[in-house]
Every structure is written in structure tokens, then in C-alpha cells.
Nanobody
Framework: QVQLMESGGGLVQAGGSLRLSCVAS????????MSWYRQAPGKQRDLVASITSGGIPNYADSVRGRFTIARDSAENTVYLQMNSLKPEDTAVYYCKRRYLSMDYWGQGTQVTVSS
């Protein structure tokens, strides 16, 4: 059974940094497409960043240049380094794994950026 466990969220002041981690259980992590999404209260869940099995990243325009996604296949972990945080980055951040057309989600971790 595939499980994803996010961590690293918290409360930070504007301009600060956080690093989110997502550890995946099960096999075939190295062949999985990994993504980070976020959902603010009353809003839809939006893609923040993704990374292919080959390590090619992609970012939403709103975070490009501030956030960095990375993966460590030896640790079955995907990271999201978030710098220069803004109040509008406040949301629950979710990790998603896609493998063989199946999507698996973590439970989410809260990120709150104060102004």
C-alpha cells in the first residue's frame, strides 16, 4: 500500500523559509512522478511544483524563483524548499505521487506565513 507522509510545515514570517518533506512508502518511487500542491481556505487545490522521475522540475509562475523541488530516490523522499515566503503562500501543502496512472495523496501539512 502506498502512503505519503508530509512534514516540515509551520508558522513563519514573511521573507522566511521552510523546507517540506514527503516520504513515500512502497516500491517504484524512483519511477514515480512527484508533485506538490497547495490549497488555501475556500480555494481550489493548485499545483505548486512537480518533478519527473528523471529529475526535471516544473513550477507554477507564482513560486518560480522562490521554491525548489528536489527528490532523493535513495530516501524515497521529495522536498520543497520554500524561500522568500509571502502571506499568499499560506495554505495546506499536499504531496502527490503518480505511478501507472494512479494518484496517491498525502494528508497535507499546514504552512502559515505571517505579514
Amino acid at each position: 500500500q502506498v502512503q505519503l507522509m508530509e512534514s516540515g510545515g509551520g508558522l513563519v514570517q514573511a521573507g522566511g523559509s521552510l523546507r517540506l518533506s514527503c516520504v513515500a512508502s512502497g516500491s517504484a518511487f524512483s519511477r514515480s512522478f512527484m508533485s506538490w500542491y497547495r490549497q488555501a481556505p475556500g480555494k481550489q487545490r493548485d499545483l505548486v511544483a512537480s518533478i519527473t522521475s528523471g529529475g526535471i522540475p516544473n513550477y507554477a509562475d507564482s513560486v518560480r524563483g522562490r521554491f525548489t523541488i528536489a527528490r532523493d530516490s535513495a530516501e524515497n523522499t521529495v522536498y520543497l524548499q520554500m524561500n522568500s515566503l509571502k502571506p499568499e503562500d499560506t495554505a495546506v501543502y499536499y504531496c502527490k505521487r503518480r505511478y501507472l496512472s494512479m494518484d496517491y495523496w498525502g494528508q497535507g501539512t499546514q504552512v502559515t506565513v505571517s505579514s
